[in-house]
């Protein structure tokens, strides 16, 4: 089992950049492919970018890419996302996951096992 903590959310303007991070509990954090994840009001969690448990592979939302860059530090449990040129559309509680097993249906919330609480990402003009 692993637990996840979201951090580095806020407020900025738009085309600022934001980095979040994920920490993860436990001692088998390179066993996990992770993802992250984000819901607007009133719409559903959609994809926004997955990186493979040894990080070689990627995967992006076609929203995001270009500007945003999923990495991972296995040695320290995190994994990270580096949001660049902020748009409005940008703006949601974005939530870091972990899936156990294959580098398959990373794309979709429910193959994933583990969530953290999420974190608020708001860019305004």
């Known amino acids: 089992q692993v637990q996840l903590v979201e951090s580095g959310g806020g407020l900025v303007q738009t085309g600022a950049s934001l980095r979040l991070s994920c920490a993860a509990s436990?001692?088998?954090?390179?066993?996990?492919?992770m993802g992250w994840f984000r819901q607007a009001p009133g719409k559903e969690r959609e994809f926004v970018a997955a990186?493979?448990?040894?990080?070689?592979?990627?995967s992006y939302a076609d929203s995001v890419k270009g500007r945003f860059v999923i990495s991972r530090d296995n040695a320290k449990n995190t994994v990270y996302l580096q949001m660049n040129s902020l748009r409005t559309e940008d703006t949601a509680v974005y939530y870091c996951?972990?899936?156990?097993?294959?580098?398959?249906?990373?794309?979709?919330?429910?193959?994933?096992?583990?969530w953290g609480q999420g974190t608020q990402v708001t860019a305004s003009s």
């Open positions: 990186i493979s448990r040894s990080g070689d592979m990627t």
């Open positions: 996951a972990a899936r156990s097993g294959l580098w398959f249906s990373v794309k979709t919330a429910s193959a994933f096992n583990y």
């Open positions: 436990g001692r088998t954090f390179s066993m996990y492919n």
